[in-house]
């Protein structure tokens, strides 16, 4: 089966630099991705490329085999929903909702109904009056209802208290489950969104620098902990992210997985293993990434900026 989404070699250049440095990807039909980054990455760039608002300096875009720009075959089987989404300002919020519907076949007014009602959006109120949480939850009502083959969410949801936030997760899981296509969710929410999504990217730099499973990202780093001595023996051999010593005792973080003997000689030296969440996971890799090709950056600084 060919994937509904396929980026090879992608630059987009500013007089500023490049916003995207040869990303390359592919999205299959019918699933769930994280794309994730520091602020500045290329997540919303890349994102208005793949829908057709802004075209690339080089590379090749291809959604469902076909340049998406300005090509209405591929834009109508698509939605795209940002943080910044704008609206006129005259329309009250159900009036854009009614817009939305008329562009997308598989709209579900039903669904949109219980939503509405889900978020509290006051229907009748001009967009220009609503609060950033109703904002959020009108651009989120439309990228459910859309049932679009393709939905970007360019972190619409952020505007959304943590109560609405986990109303949408479900709503999300729910419908995707009935009406499985294919959603890419960028967000700085990493653990919140993990039990969503299946598959994450992680850009940085303009560069993507993961493309795995959630399964295949957690399990890429190990995090240890006991006598400094036998924390000594188990990083050999491995790369360390992160290390810490307290006295005789300290812990560390290291790209990989423990092998059997490795395991067994923790376990014999009083050294305690165990995988760490997404959001660890790819701070880490994204500092050490960072480390690799510019100023050296920490674990800790990373975090505000993916959370």
Request: proline share 5%; glycine share 8%; aromatic share 6%.
């Amino acid at each position: 089966m060919n994937p509904v989404v396929s980026v090879r070699d992608l630059v987009k250049t500013y007089p500023s630099g490049n916003a995207l440095d040869g990303v390359s990807f592919d999205l299959e039909p019918g699933a769930i991705y994280g794309f994730l980054g520091r602020n500045g990455a290329g997540k919303s760039t890349t994102m208005a490329i793949l829908t057709g608002q802004l075209f690339a300096t080089s590379g090749t875009v291809r959604v469902f085999c076909e340049n998406p720009y300005e090509n209405p075959r591929v834009l109508g089987r698509m939605c795209f929903v940002r943080e910044n989404q704008k609206y006129p300002e005259s329309m009250t919020a159900a009036q854009a909702l009614r817009a939305a519907s008329l562009f997308y076949p598989g709209w579900d007014h039903d669904f949109a109904e219980r939503l509405v009602a889900d978020f509290r959006l006051p229907l009748k109120t001009k967009v220009k009056k609503l609060s950033r949480g109703q904002l959020s939850a009108v651009g989120v009502i439309i990228g459910l209802c859309s049932r679009a083959e393709i939905t970007f969410f360019d972190e619409p949801y952020l505007g959304l208290d943590a109560v609405a936030r986990r109303i949408f997760y479900d709503r999300l899981i729910a419908d995707y489950a009935e009406h499985p296509r294919t959603i890419l969710m960028s967000s700085h929410l990493i653990d919140e969104i993990a039990n969503l999504i299946e598959r994450v990217l992680v850009i940085d730099a303009g560069r993507i620098i993961m493309d795995e499973t959630v399964e295949e990202a957690t399990s890429a780093v190990t995090r240890a902990s006991g006598p400094t001595a036998a924390l000594d023996r188990l990083a050999r051999g491995h790369r360390v992210l992160q290390r810490r010593t307290m006295g005789s005792a300290g812990a560390l973080v290291f790209h990989g997985i423990p092998n059997e003997s490795e395991s067994d000689m923790a376990a014999q030296s009083g050294v305690r293993l165990e995988p760490v969440g997404l959001q660890e996971s790819i701070v880490h890799r994204t500092a050490a990434a960072a480390t690799a090709t510019g100023p050296e950056l920490t674990p800790s600084s990373m975090e505000g900026a993916l959370s």
